[in-house]
């Protein structure tokens, strides 16, 4: 990895696991229109801007590629591991939103579609996003 500079940058970027308060909670999931892993289902997120909390930048990005609008977060953490991503050193902080029940959504800026899926009932993940699941999880069943 070329750099100019005395410590090579990662990027940074943020996810928002969105889970409904359902006896079967849902999940929403996008399908990436883009590669790495174009056609694989993932957690809705992206790159931070650099004028932006990480919070914001999960808000965003699941605005810009499902539509929904929300406002509160908790974090879940976040995730590091030096190959998560085939584009470069990539660190992802994730956060997990509670809604009563699935919202329309649909499929914008570079995913393909979005949709809620049973969480006893996931597609594969692209990146590392089962083992934020995972974590999303374990957080939620704390709340609820």
């Keep these: 990895m070329a750099?100019?500079?005395?410590?090579?940058?990662?990027?940074?970027?943020?996810?928002?696991?969105?889970?409904?308060?359902?006896?079967?909670?849902?999940?929403?999931?996008?399908?990436?229109?883009?590669?790495?892993?174009?056609?694989?289902?993932?957690?809705?997120?992206?790159?931070?801007?650099?004028?932006?909390?990480?919070?914001?930048?999960?808000?965003?990005?699941?605005?810009?590629?499902?539509?929904?609008?929300?406002?509160?977060?908790?974090?879940?953490?976040?995730?590091?591991?030096?190959?998560?991503?085939?584009?470069g050193r990539t660190i992802t902080v994730a956060y997990l939103t509670i809604v009563d029940a699935p919202l329309e959504v649909k499929g914008l800026d570079d995913a393909a579609k979005a949709q809620w899926f049973p969480l006893a009932a996931l597609p594969s993940l692209a990146f590392d996003h089962a083992d934020i699941l995972r974590d999303a999880i374990t957080l939620y069943k704390s709340i609820i």
């Design 3 to 87: 750099y100019t500079y005395e410590y090579p940058r990662p990027s940074v970027t943020a996810d928002c696991v969105v889970i409904t308060k359902e006896d079967t909670p849902q999940v929403l999931l996008i399908q990436r229109g883009f590669e790495p892993f174009k056609g694989c289902w993932a957690i809705p997120g992206g790159f931070m801007n650099i004028d932006e909390t990480t919070e914001q930048c999960a808000i965003r990005e699941l605005e810009e590629e499902t539509g929904l609008k929300i406002s509160d977060v908790r974090q879940i953490g976040a995730f590091s591991k030096v190959d998560r991503d085939p584009r």
